[in-house]
């Protein structure tokens, strides 16, 4: 017996296509993702029984791709890793800070942006812990904690995020200016030399 072709990839592509050309998630329907992924709509009702099902699949997705790269990035030499982990965060919690501000009811998303807030609350703060903790010269100061000042830089890159909200897709120039801004108010009295790129 043939099993049917799998179009999970397709729709992810589709839905991050429009959730980075339409800005309002709220107007994403199946039948707006068919038209994108070029697949009929019965297509995506076989893979997801319904939008909110769609959107907790996608981000269970996102996040595993985000951790992989980050488990990457913690790898790389403290002075290397601390930015490049900030410009990596900053872009993801970005959209989440941006989709969860646009959603408006319409489509059930609680699943979802619960995955995405206990990753970012529980596994966002240990990278950072292990960028600090085999670097402890990048902290500001020899007797803060690693463990909670990796949880004040996850913190802290919200307060980063809340003003340039109003853009659809953050680019590259934009995401370097805040890491920048971050190092700077975060490490200014470190007495390592952290290298922004």
């Given at each position: 017996?043939?099993t049917?072709?799998?179009?999970?990839?397709?729709?992810?592509?589709?839905?991050?296509?429009l959730?980075?050309?339409?800005?309002?998630?709220?107007?994403?329907?199946?039948k707006?993702?068919a038209k994108?992924?070029?697949?009929?709509?019965?297509?995506?009702?076989?893979e997801?029984k319904?939008?909110?099902?769609?959107?907790?699949e996608?981000?269970?997705?996102?996040?595993?791709?985000h951790?992989?790269?980050?488990?990457?990035?913690?790898?790389l030499p403290?002075?290397?890793?601390?930015?490049?982990?900030?410009?990596?965060?900053l872009?993801?919690i970005?959209?989440?800070a941006?989709?969860?501000?646009?959603?408006?009811?319409?489509?059930?998303?609680?699943?979802?942006l619960?995955?995405?807030?206990d990753y970012?609350?529980?596994?966002?703060?240990?990278?950072?812990?292990?960028?600090?903790?085999?670097?402890?010269?990048l902290?500001?100061?020899?007797?803060i904690?690693?463990?909670?000042?990796?949880?004040f830089?996850v913190?802290?890159?919200?307060f980063?995020?809340?003003?340039e909200?109003?853009s659809?897709?953050?680019n590259?120039?934009?995401?370097?200016?805040?890491?920048?801004?971050?190092?700077?108010?975060?490490?200014s009295?470190?007495k390592a030399?952290?290298k922004?790129?």
């Open positions: 017996m043939a049917r072709p799998s179009y999970r990839k397709k729709i992810f592509d589709a839905l991050h296509r959730g980075t050309t339409i800005g309002d998630p709220n107007t994403i329907d199946f707006m993702i994108e992924a070029h697949i009929s709509v019965s297509n995506i009702s076989r997801f319904d939008l909110s099902h769609l959107f907790y996608i981000s269970v997705e996102k996040f595993k791709e951790e992989a790269l980050s488990t990457k990035i913690t790898r403290g002075v290397y890793a601390l930015p490049s982990l900030l410009k990596h965060d872009k993801m970005f959209y989440f941006r989709d969860s501000k646009n959603l408006d009811g319409k489509i059930k998303a609680d699943a979802a619960d995955y995405v807030k970012i609350e529980t596994k966002m703060p240990d990278f950072y812990f292990d960028i600090l903790r085999y670097n402890p010269n902290l500001p100061n020899s007797d904690n690693a463990k909670l000042y990796s949880q830089i913190h802290s890159l919200f980063f995020t809340k003003k909200l109003h659809i897709e953050p590259s120039r934009w995401l370097t200016d805040m890491t920048r801004k971050l190092i700077n108010s975060l490490f009295s470190s030399t952290i922004i790129e």
